[in-house]
C-alpha cells in the first residue's frame, strides 16, 4: 500500500490572529511547527475576503518552509495571478462562496468545465500541481481527468458530519461514496487525496482506502492544539493515520 500523506491547514491559525489583529498567532510558524511535527505539507487557502490567510501569509509560507506549499484558491483571474506569481507546489482549485463559513461542498466540475480547465491548464504550464476539489461521484471524476487534472481530492464534508451527528445510515452510504469514487481514481489515472472535516477517527477510517494517498486536515488540528498544543495532535493523528492504513 503507498504511503499515506499528512497536509496541514493553518488557516485557522491566521482566523485567531486576524480577531484580534496583529501578528500572532502567526501562521508561519504554525507551519514550521507543524513540519516538524511530522507534517508532509503545508495548505492554506486565500480566500477573496481575506478571512484568515493574506497574501503575505502566502509568501512568507513560501520562503520559509521546506515542505511542500499547497495553495487552495477560488478560479478567479485574480488569484491566478497570485498562484502564478507565488508558485506553490501545487494549487487546490475550490468552491467559495463569499456567505460561507468553510468550503460546503465540492466543485461542480461537470458544468463548470470549461471555466476551470484554462485554470488547469495555466497553472500545469507553470509546473505548479493541479488538484480540484470534488464531490465523490464518477461524473465529477470523469470530468477532471477530462481536464487532465493530475489530483483530485475527494471532500470528505458530507461523511464527517453523519459521523458526528451519529447517523449510521448516511454515514455508511457517504463512506461506500468515497470508497467508490476512489476505486475510479486509479482506473482513470488520476492521484487521490481527501479533506474536509476529518478528526481522528475518520482519518483511522478512510486511511484504509488504499487509493488516497494524502489527507488535508486543518480545523480539528487547530482546536485540539488548543488543549494539548499543534505537536501533541499533529502526533496523535499520525497514530490514528498509520493504524489505519495498517
Request: proline share 4%; aromatic share 4%; glycine share 8%.
Amino acid at each position: 500500500m503507498r504511503p499515506l500523506r499528512l497536509g496541514v491547514n493553518v488557516d485557522h491559525v491566521a482566523t485567531v490572529r486576524n480577531a484580534r489583529g496583529g501578528g500572532v498567532p502567526d501562521p508561519v510558524r504554525a507551519a514550521l511547527l507543524a513540519i516538524e511535527a511530522g507534517a508532509d505539507g503545508i495548505t492554506a487557502h486565500l480566500r477573496e475576503d481575506r478571512r484568515h490567510i493574506r497574501d503575505e501569509d502566502m509568501k512568507r509560507l513560501k520562503a520559509a518552509i521546506g515542505k511542500p506549499l499547497n495553495f487552495e484558491m477560488a478560479a478567479t483571474e485574480q488569484m491566478l495571478d497570485i498562484a502564478l506569481e507565488a508558485h506553490p507546489h501545487a494549487c487546490c482549485l475550490v468552491p467559495e462562496k463569499r456567505t460561507e463559513r468553510t468550503t460546503e461542498g465540492g466543485l461542480d466540475v461537470v458544468a463548470q468545465h470549461n471555466h476551470l480547465t484554462p485554470f488547469v491548464a495555466e497553472l500545469s504550464r507553470a509546473g505548479i500541481r493541479v488538484s480540484l476539489f470534488v464531490e465523490p461521484s464518477a461524473e465529477a471524476l470523469a470530468a477532471a481527468a477530462s481536464m487532465r487534472a493530475p489530483v483530485v481530492e475527494l471532500h470528505t464534508g458530507a461523511w464527517c458530519d453523519a459521523v458526528a451527528h451519529g447517523d449510521k445510515e448516511k454515514a455508511e452510504h457517504e463512506f461506500a461514496r468515497l470508497k467508490s469514487a476512489a476505486g475510479l481514481t486509479t482506473k482513470l489515472g488520476l492521484e487521490c487525496h481527501a479533506g474536509h472535516g476529518l478528526d481522528y477517527e475518520t482519518a483511522r477510517k478512510i486511511a484504509g482506502l488504499p487509493e488516497i494517498v494524502e489527507l488535508n486536515i486543518g480545523h480539528f488540528l487547530i482546536g485540539e492544539a488548543i488543549f494539548v498544543g499543534l505537536k501533541e495532535s499533529i502526533g496523535k493523528m499520525r497514530a490514528a493515520m498509520i493504524e489505519g492504513r495498517a
